[in-house]
Nanobody, 124 residues
Framework: VQLQASGGGLVQPGGSLRLSCAAP????????TAWFRQAPGKEREFVAA?????YYAESVKGRFTISTDNAKNTVYLQMNSLKPEDTAVYYC?????????????????????WGQGTQVTVSS
């Protein structure tokens, strides 16, 4: 099962982008869904997740919003007030389970399904 991520691109600092991630069924979007990112030379890091509540990395709180549309089997990441340090490849992830353990939301190893990544570049 492969998730299909899209919506990346080049944007100026302060701009906005909306990433989308299509899943093959709503069994996945009704579980736990998340976004991670990986910048050049850095490890993959948690960005946002939703399941029993929504969770965000401190660096994106107040700027990014994760949401799901179960009718469309799609998870979104609305990114506002983008900064150059947001530049990375963004990956969507999902799992059939709805996590009951808070720490699981932040751990990439807990997610079974992954998308191929979409590049976001924030630069003037």
């Amino acid at each position: 099962v492969q998730l299909q991520a899209s919506g990346g691109g080049l944007v100026q600092p302060g701009g906005s982008l909306r990433l989308s991630c299509a899943a093959p069924s709503n069994t996945i979007t009704r579980g736990t869904t998340a976004w991670f990112r990986q910048a050049p030379g850095k490890e993959r890091e948690f960005v946002a997740a939703t399941g029993r509540g929504s969770y965000y990395a401190e660096s994106v709180k107040g700027r990014f919003t994760i949401s799901t549309d179960n009718a469309k089997n799609t998870v979104y990441l609305q990114m506002n007030s983008l900064k150059p340090e947001d530049t990375a490849v963004y990956y969507c992830a999902a799992d059939d389970r709805t996590f009951n353990t808070r720490s699981f939301y932040f751990q990439a190893k807990q997610y079974f399904y992954w998308g191929q990544g979409t590049q976001v570049t924030v630069s003037s």
